[in-house]
């Protein structure tokens, strides 16, 4: 009786043994399944998350005209007698893509705003390793051309130049024999060809813009926009344009922001383009003709520019 009761006493003990371990088991397996179940859920919200960002289409802002800018250029030609027998404008602002154009594809001469493009292919012949900032160009008879600028007064004929001093001097001081020196080596028909290529509205160009200082609206905000979007490669030149002009034209009543440009004057041609880094950057071109007064003319046109732009910003931002 006794043996019999240990043995039940036993089989009790087991019992509860295996009741504990079931017990535990079962807890684990719940334990893995909650485990396993969370994860999955996580998976799978990662993966509708995922989708939903996949499917998104992205935001593509369309090009559109300014009407604003164009009524504040209506009025700016009213008060200042401009016609598109002597005036040309551009605008284009870079982060929502709106943009003014007048009189686009009437020709002027270019004066001294060839020499951005001409420096832009000093600067695309160097970052293509044909040349470098030191290489040097012969100062040549024939090259020389009264105007700003140091380079006649501190070299003399069949002497050699850095290139990197008469790309300086041309933007800086607008200096006349420095362009030639630099257009000479390239050649004076063959310049013409190869700033074409900044445009990709070539057919619009005049056959005379081929074999004479021309320039057109629509052609100077091609450059200025290729400048502009290809910022690291023409930093120097940049930096350079930033100098130009010494606070005239342009960049007169502007002083809060940074204008790179490049202004033109020659035979009652007066031009100025380039672009201001305000806080909604963009791009301008003012082209003149026989207009009075016309480097104020610019300037203030540029100053109503800046400050209907900063209004339309302020609007925007508050809707």
């Known amino acids: 009786m006794k043996k019999g009761k240990r043995y039940q006493k036993k089989q009790k003990s087991n019992k509860k043994l295996i009741f504990i371990v079931s ?5 684990l397996v719940f334990g893995f399944f909650q485990i396993f179940k969370n994860n999955q859920q996580k998976e799978e919200q990662g993966e509708e998350t995922f989708a939903e960002i996949e499917i998104q289409e992205p935001i593509v802002i369309e090009p559109s005209e300014d009407t604003t800018i164009q009524k504040l250029i209506q009025t700016e030609q009213e008060k200042y007698h401009l016609t598109d027998k002597n005036f040309a404008f551009f605008y284009y602002r870079i982060e929502d893509k709106k943009y003014y154009f007048y009189n686009q594809d009437t020709t002027f001469t270019a004066a001294s705003t060839v020499k951005v493009p001409v420096a832009m292919l000093y600067y695309d012949k160097i970052n293509q390793g044909e040349m470098t ?11 020389y051309e009264a105007g700003g600028g140091t380079t006649a007064s501190t070299y003399k004929i069949g002497q050699k130049i850095p290139i990197s001093f008469l790309l300086k001097q041309s933007i800086i001081n607008s200096d006349n024999t420095a362009v030639n020196i630099l257009i000479k080596n390239i050649g004076q028909k063959q310049y013409r060809y190869e700033i074409a290529e900044y445009t990709d509205e070539k057919e619009k160009l005049p056959i005379e813009f081929y074999s004479n200082n021309l320039i057109t609206a629509s052609f100077a905000y091609k450059v200025i926009d290729h400048l502009y979007q290809n910022q690291t490669q023409y930093t120097q030149l940049i930096e350079d344009m930033k100098q130009s002009s010494f606070g005239e034209y342009l ?12 202004y033109g004057s020659y035979n009652g041609y007066v031009h100025d383009y380039g672009f201001v880094l305000s806080q909604e950057p963009y791009l301008i071109g003012i082209f003149t003709k026989n207009v009075t007064n016309a480097d104020e003319v610019i300037a203030k046109i540029s100053l109503d520019v800046l400050n209907e732009t900063e209004k339309i910003i302020v609007e925007t931002d508050n809707k």
Do not use: C
């Open 23 to 27: 017990l535990i088991f079962a807890i």
């Open 133 to 143: 900032l030191d290489s040097t160009l012969v100062y040549s008879k024939g090259t």
């Open 251 to 262: 960049k007169k009543y502007i002083t809060q922001y940074e204008v790179a440009h490049k």
